[in-house]
């Protein structure tokens, strides 16, 4: 929910109020995070957006102090709101900047959390960054505090960027506040081999121009990368990475800065099933606004081997994304009142493919699903072509040995009759390059969660 100033200055708080001020604050995810973040933790709590023009700030802030157990600030407040509060914690005095207000006691104490956001996810990733070189992007707020964490944790901090008079006067910065912190600036083109933590900290990537990279190449000795960006969830810095290279998008740290805000207000500690589960949902929801929004579909469809996991993938995302789920194998059994293995036996493949592609016919115009396809349901390209009219079609590229195990139990595919595993492998060959060409994206994992988030981040 956004709230214009005027509709904040009537507000009448029922339970207890937190809210975000920003301009401009259409974007946010903020009330849907802060949502779940209480919904785990059991708490009976209101959270929204208040669109707050600077000019504002010091009444909005008024308001809020009468109205509102805690705030956090976005653009452009985060320095502004300063002069409005009573105390603030020595960390976002350096840093410059306030996210999250804690109103008690009849004051206001400030606190930034995104700082916190940024440790929590090198954490959560098991990374240490003490005595290694560390590359950070950008020298404006969110690479202040990426920096200032860097530094601080005992990194070899490197500043670079197009402007390396700014990236200088960040460096003496924070120089000036960790006067024993390892930080120097670099043009982009004379990183040491040696960097092995990565950080985009500029807005380049972001969408709309998802081409756009902070870096043309990564240091040869990368070993993680982090962007804070999470539109798209997967940067052009990050696919810069090997696979051996671990990435992770800004998201965790919107989901971190947001737990941590809620320790402040209520000394609630997440554990990392609950946090892992709520990046999860997120990550969902954005996958859904992308579909809409960037490929302008209304379905996702899964192609694949049979056993690479469509049924059992296709039926948890569409329960994460609140969609239909339509199971095309199950779909057809339905409308012709038989097993599959009975319409191979009484009108062969051919006979099959003929219903499969009826099938298409009537589901190609529905939307707002999931809609997981048999294994040869795109062998023909009417049939991919029908499934592309509404829908992004994902190819699970699940690897051979665990589709073999998938396999193992099952007897209902008529086309793995006889010598199993070898009538498995001359079929997966065959069938390989033809999923991976009708695909719009082709994602890969063994694990199911492990592949749920491959599908999110490849929308
Ligand atoms: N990644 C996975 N890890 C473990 N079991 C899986 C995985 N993917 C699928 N399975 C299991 O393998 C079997 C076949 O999966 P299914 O979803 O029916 O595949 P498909 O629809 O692609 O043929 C099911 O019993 C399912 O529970
Ligand atoms: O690969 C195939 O040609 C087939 C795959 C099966 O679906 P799954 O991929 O869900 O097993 C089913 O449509 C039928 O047995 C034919
Ligand atoms: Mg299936």
């Known amino acids: 929910m956004i709230l214009t100033m005027d509709e904040f200055r009537k507000y009448v708080p029922e339970k207890p109020t937190f809210a975000l001020f920003g301009h401009p604050i259409a974007h946010t995810m903020s009330p849907e995070l802060h949502s779940k973040l209480f919904r785990?933790?059991?708490?009976?709590?209101?959270?929204?957006?208040?669109?707050?023009p600077p000019e504002d700030l010091e009444e909005a802030m008024r308001i809020a102090s009468q109205t509102c157990g805690g705030l956090n600030l976005t653009i452009p407040h985060k320095k502004a709101v300063f002069q409005y509060l009573d105390a603030v914690d020595e960390t976002a005095k350096n840093l410059g900047s306030?996210?999250?207000?804690?109103?008690?006691?009849?004051?206001?104490?400030?606190y930034n959390t995104d700082i916190l956001g940024f440790s929590g996810s090198l954490e959560f990733d098991g990374?240490?960054?003490?005595?290694?070189?560390?590359?950070?992007?950008?020298?404006?707020?969110?690479?202040?505090v990426i920096c200032y964490h860097l530094a601080n944790a005992g990194a070899h901090v490197l500043i670079t960027g197009r402007n390396l008079t700014k990236a200088k006067a960040l460096r003496n910065d924070i120089r000036s506040y960790l006067p024993q912190a390892s930080i120097n600036i670099m043009p982009a083109t004379q990183l040491p081999r040696a960097t092995a933590i990565v950080v985009n900290g500029t807005p380049l990537g972001m969408y709309p121009n998802e081409h756009a990279s902070p870096l043309e190449k990564l240091p040869i000795g990368t070993e993680y990368v982090f962007d804070t960006i999470y539109n798209p969830p997967e940067t052009a810095l990050m696919k810069l990475a090997p696979r051996s290279v671990k990435t992770r998008n800004g998201l965790l740290m919107l989901v971190l800065q947001a737990a941590y805000a809620q320790t402040i207000w209520f000394g609630t500690q997440f554990d990392s099933a609950d946090l892992t589960r709520i990046l999860r949902l997120l990550s969902g929801d954005m996958a859904k606004k992308r579909l809409h929004d960037v490929y302008g579909k209304q379905n996702i469809v899964l192609c694949g081997f049979m056993g690479s996991g469509k049924t059992t993938i296709g039926r948890k995302l569409a329960r994460a994304l609140q969609y239909e789920f339509v199971d095309m194998d199950d779909y057809l059994e339905k409308r012709e009142g038989k097993k599959i293995a009975d319409i191979f036996a009484e009108v062969g493949e051919s006979g099959f493919r003929d219903i499969e592609t009826d099938c298409a016919r009537e589901i190609s115009d529905r939307t707002g699903c999931v809609i997981a396809l048999g294994g040869g349901a795109v062998l023909r390209q009417t049939n991919v072509a029908l499934y592309k009219k509404n829908g992004l079609l994902i190819h699970l590229n699940t690897p051979f040995y665990r589709i073999v195990q998938n396999l193992s139990r099952d007897t209902s595919r008529p086309l793995l009759q006889g010598d199993k595993e070898k009538q498995t492998r001359l079929l997966f060959n065959k069938r390989k390059k033809i999923y991976l060409n009708c695909a719009d994206r082709s994602v890969t994992g063994t694990r199911i969660s492990e592949i749920m988030d491959a599908v999110f981040r490849a929308i």
């Open 127 to 144: 990374i240490s960054v003490e005595n290694k070189t560390a590359v950070v992007c950008g020298y404006g707020g969110v690479a202040r």
């Open 40 to 52: 785990a933790s059991g708490k009976d709590c209101e959270y929204f957006a208040v669109d707050v």
């Open 98 to 110: 306030v996210n999250t207000v804690f109103f008690h006691d009849g004051t206001s104490v400030g």
